[in-house]
C-alpha cells in the first residue's frame, strides 16, 4: 500500500470555544495552524469527524484535499444555541 498525502483544513467563526477533528481515532494536531499534512494509506477507509463546542453563530468548517483536488465536500457546522455541542462526519477513502 501506498502512503498518499492529505492536507486537513479548518476554519472557525465566531464563539467556538473548542474543537477537535479526528481521522479514525486519531485527534489532528492543530495548536497554532489550521492545516494539518496527514499520510494516509491508499486504497483503505477512513473516518473522519469534527466536534464543535461554542454558543450561537459559532461554526466551523473542515476540508480534507490532495494535490488532485477535494477528497470529501466540507464538514460544516453551526451552532445554533449557547453552550451548543455538535459534530458531522464522513467516510473516505484515496485511491
Excluded at 494535490?67 to 470529501?72: D, F, L, Q, R, T
Amino acid at each position: 500500500m501506498t502512503k498518499i498525502m492529505i492536507k486537513v483544513t479548518r476554519t472557525l467563526k465566531g464563539n467556538v470555544v473548542r474543537s477537535f477533528v479526528l481521522i479514525n481515532d486519531r485527534v489532528l494536531p492543530f495548536d497554532k495552524n489550521d492545516e494539518v499534512n496527514v499520510y494516509i494509506l491508499s486504497g483503505v477507509e477512513y473516518g473522519i469527524t469534527v466536534y464543535c463546542h461554542g454558543d450561537t453563530g459559532g461554526s466551523i468548517e473542515v476540508g480534507v484535499v490532495r494535490s488532485g483536488g477535494k477528497v470529501i465536500e466540507p464538514l460544516k457546522i453551526l451552532l445554533d444555541q449557547d453552550g451548543d455541542v455538535e459534530h458531522a462526519s464522513d467516510r473516505f477513502t484515496v485511491a
